[in-house]
């Protein structure tokens, strides 16, 4: 074998400060590579997936907003993973992270759209189309008639089509993590032939964060009504908060009686769904064949955090606060290696990306020379960068529905460096060329603002990429899933 198998499992909206004993047993006790200090290269899915893709900055591969995607020049790293053997695979439920995104590339067994999708199968429905119809049927009537594996197909199709008609409860759990985990099984026992470097995106610690998992909220003793559900799902739009000052909806009202109280609840949910994730990835573990656990490298982290309030910034948007960029990163290595290491340096997506790469070539091989590849290469010119561009909502039915002054706030890039326990953030509101400097100073897992300067400066590098922000007409994108998720 070339090198070990790779499984890059990531928690969708996995921050570090909620990563704890309590939510992840299971991982917290298993002996690993622990980098305490991880960064993901942006605030939402799309940038950080593809800086994992493509080992550079947001700043550097651009795809930054809703209207992007990767193309087939960025997917550097499951292209190395191909070119040296190995068989690459994607599952993934989030619409944000498949085919439709550019993150197909490079890859060989691509399974996403999982929702829609109760078999293992690379026929996606949604690739082909976006409504329900009988044009869309006889479309993918079509599709399947031209493939393999007709019948799991048809199955799935079924599937898909009587979950699009149906009338499923808004308040309900709404993610799959469980199924994502049974196809990465099968394709796992199914094709180990062969090297394997697979990526499995998990919505299950992602928002709405409403409906705690039942196996996380018996976990956490947790109990949440129906009638409670309904008044945080009420309160779930996070514009209301950040954009209109607005108070409470009254169905809310009914079970809190102030915005803080919302988010503390929901931050309580959002860790029933951790302890749900670490149970489903100890589920995946426990079942693997043992000949494949003891030869892969297993890395479970988040791609962003989440915000609960913090510095008036709800879900996953435009603030570099580190509760929305620290995450987890757990490095669970082969047998063969040292299975015990903490790491304190601050590191990023793109130096483990870089990392991944050398191990899927062979140039990167045991644990001292993993650690000090993802240090060495999650720093530029010594510090760690991470970037924002807008937020992922809609933009034009902003400038509809709220203040300018508001949208404007939210339409802006930003840089931040990290470095040892600092963090600077240069930031320009779309459209204008003055640049604004903050420096804050990190302890305990998130910061304080030590100085603010007015038209700052930073390396020339960042000047022409943070002056160049501007509205541009992006396509809305307008899916249930996608709704569901808080893109609009």
């Given at each position: ?20 004993t ?14 305490t ?6 605030t939402?899915t ?19 907003r ?7 020049s960025?997917?550097v ?7 040296a ?8 439920e989030?619409?944000?992270f ?37 044009d869309?049927a ?26 699009q ?17 049974a ?10 032939d ?7 995106n998990?919505l ?13 909220a018996?976990?956490?003793g ?52 951790i302890?749900?994730f ?72 793109v ?5 991944l ?24 010119d ?5 970037a924002?561009?807008?937020p ?29 326990d ?6 320009s509101e ?32 960042y000047?022409?990429?943070?002056r ?5 007409d992006v ?14």
């Open positions: 074998m070339a090198g070990p198998h790779v499984f890059v499992l990531i928690g969708d909206c996995l921050r570090a400060a909620n990563a704890t309590e939510t992840l047993p299971f991982l917290s006790d298993r002996p690993k590579l622990d980098f200090r991880c960064f993901s290269p942006g939402w799309r940038p950080s997936h593809a800086s994992l893709y493509s080992q550079r900055t947001p700043v550097e591969h651009g795809v930054t809703r209207g992007d995607a990767l193309d087939a960025q997917a790293l499951p292209e190395r993973a191909r070119d053997g190995y068989r690459t695979a994607l599952f993934s989030n619409p944000t498949s085919t439709g995104t550019g993150f197909h590339h490079s890859i060989e067994f691509v399974d996403d759209s999982i929702h829609r999708k109760p078999f293992l199968s690379s026929f996606s429905p949604d690739a082909y189309v976006d409504s329900v119809g009988t869309a006889l479309t993918l009537l079509r599709e399947v008639a031209r493939r393999p594996n007709k019948v799991v197909n048809l199955a799935n199709l079924a599937y898909g089509f009587a979950t008609l149906s009338d499923p409860d808004p308040t309900a759990y709404p993610h799959h993590g469980e199924r994502v985990f196809h990465l099984r099968t394709f796992a026992e199914r094709y180990d062969a090297p394997l470097f697979c990526l499995a998990l299950d610690t992602h928002n709405p964060h409403h409906a705690p998992p039942a196996v996380g018996d976990a956490l947790q109990s949440v009504s129906p009638d409670e559900r309904r008044a945080l799902r009420a309160a779930n739009d996070d514009r209301l908060y950040m954009l209109d000052d607005a108070a409470l909806p009254a169905e809310t009202r009914a079970f809190f009686d102030s915005w803080d109280a919302v988010f503390e609840r929901r931050e309580e949910i959002y860790d029933a769904q302890r749900y670490d149970h489903l990835v100890e589920q995946w573990i426990d079942r693997l064949e043992r000949c494949v656990l003891d030869d892969s490298l297993i890395v479970v982290t988040g791609d962003h955090g989440q915000l609960f309030g913090e510095e008036g910034q709800l879900g996953h948007q435009v603030s570099l606060h580190p509760h929305g960029i620290h995450v987890p990163l757990y490095v669970f290595p082969p047998v063969s290696w040292e299975r015990d290491v903490n790491v304190t340096t601050p590191v990023s997506w130096g483990l990306s870089r990392a790469g050398g191990v899927v070539d062979g140039s990167v091989a045991g644990t001292e020379a993993f650690v000090e590849a993802v240090e060495a290469e999650s720093r530029t010594g510090r760690v960068v991470v924002v561009d807008g992922t909502w809609n933009v034009a039915e902003l400038r509809g529905r709220y203040d300018d002054e508001a949208v404007d706030s939210v339409c802006v890039r930003k840089v931040g460096f990290v470095e040892s600092e963090m600077v953030v240069y930031e779309w459209g204008e060329s003055e640049i604004r400097e903050r420096m804050y100073e990190l302890r305990d897992g998130s910061r304080s603002l030590r100085d603010e300067t007015v038209d700052s400066t930073p390396d020339d590098r000047v022409e990429w943070l160049a922000g501007g509205e541009r396509a809305a994108e307008t899916s249930e899933r996608l709704q569901q998720l808080g893109y609009l």
